[in-house]
């Protein structure tokens, strides 16, 4: 596989599937879009049948054509130069899942989400005094960091470039942020429903007290003035994730498999071979 140049980004549109039959496809349309960074391989630069994306979000993509072949040949250099953080590949289809399982030993999974507003359970939610929600801005993204986890940041490139190509909504105490609703990737094809990956959290003291409630209600309010679909996927394990996006609306339509590069890694002893 070779690496594409950004300015043909638009021939790996046609590879990538709609939000109807894929979550997490934000990420990759960000790549497309370069309001997220990261590299993108193709099996041929002037008519691509197969792709990966590889966000900085550490959330990768494979596409198309499923090819164990030229994924096998690729891994090597993507472990040597290419990995950020806990980097997960994600399949997008059954067919890359069953491509791919030969290759790796653990494997991890993801629920993936559709907005439906009418099945929400939750329409509103109070806050306690001494509580508001503010947008996530210049003043409150230095507390932020501290406070709550800053991949959302990192992945954009720092608080500056999150500001300039995302939003957020945070609820704060105090001056300080203790929960918070993100876009951690907002994209779409060209005339088509463009997404907002959710990305939410409570500082640990705070939980159970419907905070990303509100963060979220007042987030995805926002997503309907700037004409996006919120986004929702989650750990598979992660139930309490999935309880909270079925009140907000989302309903769950299928899981998807990834691999963590970084644990075959360690599970080969920090080398990676390709199946006999």
Known sequence: MQRLQPDAYS???PLVPPASAAGHMAFVHAVLDGTM??????DDATAPRTAL???????WFVLGEPRQDLLAAMIPELIAHHLTGETVLWCTSPAWEAALTPLFGEQVRRKEFHYRPGEALVREAELPPGYELRPIDAGLAPRYIPALDPW???IFGGP???LERSFGWAVVHEGEPVASCAACAIGGPPGGPVEAEIEIGTAETYRRR???TAAALRFMAECRE????????CAAGNEPSAKLGRRLGFIEFRDVAGFELRANMR?????WHPPV
Do not use: I
């Open 37 to 42: 960074g990261g590299p993108v391989f193709v």
């Open 226 to 233: 700037r004409g996006l679909v919120p986004a929702w996927t």
């Open 267 to 271: 599970r080969l002893g920090g080398r």
């Open 160 to 162: 500056d470039r999150f």
């Open 210 to 212: 419907d905070f990303a």
């Open 11 to 13: 021939r790996v549109r």
């Open 152 to 154: 959302v940041f990192r």
């Open 53 to 59: 994306v590889c966000s900085d979000s550490d959330f």
